[in-house]
């Protein structure tokens, strides 16, 4: 089956930091642009950060540019997301998918045609 899930949210303080886990199963990361979506309540889906596993290329939307730090490893076939330094605005259910590239533009889901469970990541104190 293929299919990406999410792991490694919870609840953590302001200045907190959190690392998300994206495993891929039935198919090889090798060859995907994999990006990380986040949707606070009440608010649109947002793209937070892309990394094209080809070449390494990433892009990191500016409200978490500097805290955050995405990184994939082939061999488990699972893409990360580190972040740190944790703000209130950060709390959102977490969300990874297959993109079409690594730009503001082409940050954007691509391939499936659902979003997985998502892991939830809140930030209070």
């Known amino acids: 089956q293929v299919q990406l899930v999410e792991s490694g949210g919870g609840l953590v303080q302001p200045g907190g930091s959190l690392r998300l886990s994206c495993a891929a199963s039935?198919?090889?990361?090798?060859?995907?642009?994999i990006g990380w979506f986040r949707q606070a309540p009440g608010k649109e889906r947002e793209a937070v950060s892309c990394?094209?596993?080809?070449?390494?290329?990433?892009y990191y939307a500016d409200s978490v540019k500097g805290r955050f730090t995405i990184s994939g490893d082939l061999a488990r076939n699972t893409v990360y997301l580190e972040m740190k330094s944790l703000k209130p605005e950060d709390t959102a259910v977490y969300y990874c998918?297959?993109?079409?590239?690594?730009?503001?533009?082409?940050?954007?889901?691509?391939?499936?045609?659902?979003w997985g469970q998502g892991t939830q990541v809140t930030v209070s104190s």
């Open positions: 998918t297959t993109v079409e590239g690594i730009s503001q533009e082409l940050c954007r889901q691509f391939g499936f045609d659902s």
């Open positions: 039935g198919f090889s990361l090798e060859y995907y642009a």
């Open positions: 990394i094209g596993n080809v070449d390494g290329a990433t």
